[in-house]
Antibody, heavy 120, light 112 residues
Framework: EVQLVESGGGFVKPGGSLRLSCAVS????????MTWVRQAPGKGLEWVGR??????????EYGAPVKGRFTISRDDSKNTLYLQMNSLKTEDTGVYYC???????????WGQGTLVTVSS | DVVMTQSPLSLPVTPGQPASISCRSS???????????LTWFQRRPGQSPRRLIY???NRDSGVPDRFSGSGSGTDFQLKISRVETEDVAVYYC?????????FGQGTKVEIK
């Protein structure tokens, strides 16, 4: 069974930092292209960024609102995806989901999400 | 960034009746390899999102065949041939052709 389990969410003040983790099991993580998606309270889904597998180059792309502040990385030895969030803003508040590749022919798997609250 | 515009944003439907959601992109979604990376997601209350359709019209495994996707270029549709109560959800289109990927605002389907 494929499982994606996010952790690391919590309460942080504006300007602070937080690192989210996504532990993946049940699939070949090192070959997986992974994505972060978020949803602010009362708002729609927002694409945060994607990281390719290292064998495919490991390229990372980011959405405009987070570019320069967030960093996506992976540790294939731990089957874990990370989202380092710096210079957090109140508008970064929301539930953050990790997912497998959203575009490929195999159904993407999603985590249950982790809540990040940025507030003074 | 490519802007994805969905309509309507709210869609009350009677069970057994059809429903259609439109998604328009501000640029053509045809990639240089000929593929069109337009996907549809369903977000039921209290659940993580689920992909229904990829590359405009390909249904994911396990998705009921009452769901279908169509369109080309900049205009796309998601159709539900006969709405069931379990289809109550917010539906999102997303483009993966241009960086950064972008979602539509979402369409809330509810039962009349």
């Amino acid at each position: 069974e494929v499982q994606l389990v996010e952790s690391g969410g919590g309460f942080v003040k504006p300007g602070g930092s937080l690192r989210l983790s996504c532990a993946v099991s049940g699939l070949s993580f090192s070959n997986a292209w992974m994505t972060w998606v978020r949803q602010a309270p009362g708002k729609g889904l927002e694409w945060v960024g994607r990281i390719m597998s290292k064998t495919d180059g490991g390229t990372v792309e980011y959405g405009a609102p987070v570019k320069g502040r967030f960093t996506i990385s992976r540790d294939d030895s731990k089957n874990t995806l990370y989202l380092q969030m710096n210079s957090l803003k109140t508008e970064d508040t929301g539930v953050y989901y990790c997912t497998t590749d959203l575009l490929g022919p195999w159904e993407p798997f999603w985590g249950q999400g982790t809540l990040v609250t940025v507030s003074s | 960034d490519v802007v994805m515009t969905q309509s309507p944003l709210s869609l009350p439907v009677t069970p057994g009746q059809p429903a259609s959601i439109s998604c328009r992109s501000s640029q053509s979604l045809v990639y240089n390899n000929g593929n069109t990376y337009l996907t549809w997601f369903q977000r039921r209350p209290g659940q993580s999102p689920r992909r229904l359709i990829y590359n405009v019209s390909n249904r994911d495994s396990g998705v009921p065949d009452r769901f279908s996707g169509s369109g080309s270029g900049t205009d796309f549709q998601l159709k539900i041939s006969r709405v069931e109560t379990e289809d109550v959800a917010v539906y999102y289109c997303m483009q993966g052709t241009h960086w950064p990927w972008t979602f539509g605002q979402g369409t809330k389907v509810e039962i009349k």
